[in-house]
């Protein structure tokens, strides 16, 4: 169970996250903290994160941009990560997460939808193949109680679309008193406040005679909650730093395969001469029957090069007996065999166009103290050379995070 602390607890999106919590049965809530208080609470209040009594494990902030400060102050001093899923927040208060992101793992989502997120994805395709030929407008609805107008999804958005439009962009909020025609490059951006509405944003491609239009609608708040949950239980994970929904997005699914194998790793130090001698080894190796695997090489200024490689612990019997011979015949060659090994390889095509994979997997062997003994890599897998005792943790904790039967 994931101890959580709800920051702005007495508001409507604290209000829901609570409840979302609860009915999971993944988290429980450890914690509130509202200013105001909240007397219909199950769990206690707190004035600031700081003053939270009881342990917990993450927290999530829905509270406002001018109490940023002290819930990351708070974290920092508890050591907890923490979810900033407030919306209306400035670049004073991004320099004020990427601070904190320095000594506590920090995500932080404009909108913790996961359609809005796919929405920023087409939009940044077709703005690269509309966006010199077509107009661009954002138009955004919310609830009128909403305070911070354009909303920080719409912002996000925008700063998408500039990411690929060839031309230079210029934001046009609104077009009161704009008098003049529309200039290249603009990208016209409009906030609707009115009844209850949840959410909508609209991202408008018009061009000659044609008019595509990208949208998201949110109906209930309950889907803000599910993404926070769904982020809490991925930065709880990880290891210091800054993290964005894009990152878990990422990493979902993008590893589909695990595979573990007995190995042993034979590594010579200090080789001297050229290429030459490291194909001799190679050729060795081969000749006893012997295949290699996750070959790696690095020169030194001192005219020297060292040479690693992994083979199935079958061999490693074998790949002694060689190892002997080979330093008979060259006194000076120094060579080590490591057993006892295990080889295990991160699978996925997923990882072929997505990042995040190597940053889970090395999270995950700093968080167990593993120190591989090599590591290759390809556009669509990880091999890793570990203790054949640190197999088990390790691959428990990859299963977990990419939800891996």
Do not use: W
């Not at 046009?172 to 704009?178: L, Y």
């Not at 949110?218 to 990880?238: C, M, Q, T």
């Not at 001469?273 to 190796?285: D, L, T």
């Amino acid at each position: 169970m994931v101890r959580l602390i709800i920051n702005g607890c007495g508001g409507k999106m604290g209000k829901v996250l609570a409840e979302a919590a609860v009915r999971s049965g993944r988290f429980v809530v450890a914690a509130g903290v509202d200013p105001a208080g909240d007397a219909d609470a199950e769990y206690p209040v707190y004035a600031s994160v700081s003053a939270v009594r009881e342990a917990a494990d993450v927290i999530i902030d829905f509270s406002v941009p001018e109490a940023l400060e002290g819930t990351l102050a708070g974290a920092r001093e508890k050591k907890l990560p923490v979810v900033v899923a407030t919306t209306g927040l400035s670049e004073t208060h991004l320099q004020l997460m990427e601070g904190a992101a320095q000594h506590i793992a920090v995500f932080q989502a404009a909108n913790m939808s996961l359609g809005i997120n796919l929405l920023k994805s087409l939009a940044r395709q077709a703005a690269s193949v509309l966006g010199s030929t077509f107009d661009i407008e954002i138009i955004e609805k919310h609830h009128r109680t909403k305070r911070d107008a354009p909303s920080g999804t719409a912002l996000v958005l925008a700063e998408t679309l500039k990411s690929v439009v060839e031309h230079p962009v210029e934001y046009v909020f609104g077009r009161k008193d704009a008098n003049r025609l529309r200039r290249i490059g603009e990208i016209g951006i409009h906030a609707v406040r009115a009844g209850n509405i949840v959410g909508e944003h609209d991202v408008l491609f018009a061009g000659e005679d044609e008019v595509v239009t990208l949208q998201h609608t949110a109906y209930a708040k309950g889907l803000f909650a599910s993404g926070a949950l769904k982020a809490a239980e991925y930065i709880v994970r990880k290891p210091t730093g800054f993290y964005l929904m894009e990152h878990m997005i990422a990493e979902s699914g993008t590893v589909m395969d695990l595979n573990t194998s007995d190995a042993a790793l034979v590594s010579f130090k200090r080789i001297p001469g050229s290429i030459g001698n490291s194909h001799h080894i190679c050729e060795v190796f081969s000749q006893a029957g012997i295949s290699i695997d996750m070959i790696s090489q690095t020169n030194t200024d001192e005219g020297f090069h060292s040479l690693s490689f992994s083979i199935d612990s079958k061999d490693a019997k074998t790949a002694g007996k060689v190892l002997k011979e080979l330093q008979e015949q060259e006194n000076t060659l120094s060579g080590t065999l490591f057993t006892d090994l295990c080889k295990l390889t991160v699978d996925g095509i997923g990882m072929e166009t997505q990042s995040g994979a190597a940053l889970t997997v090395f999270g995950i062997l700093d968080a167990l103290q593993v120190e591989p003994k090599a590591v290759s890599t390809a556009e669509k897998q990880i091999s890793l050379l570990i203790g054949s005792d640190h197999r088990e943790p390790v691959i428990n904790q990859l299963k977990e995070h990419y939800n891996l039967p």
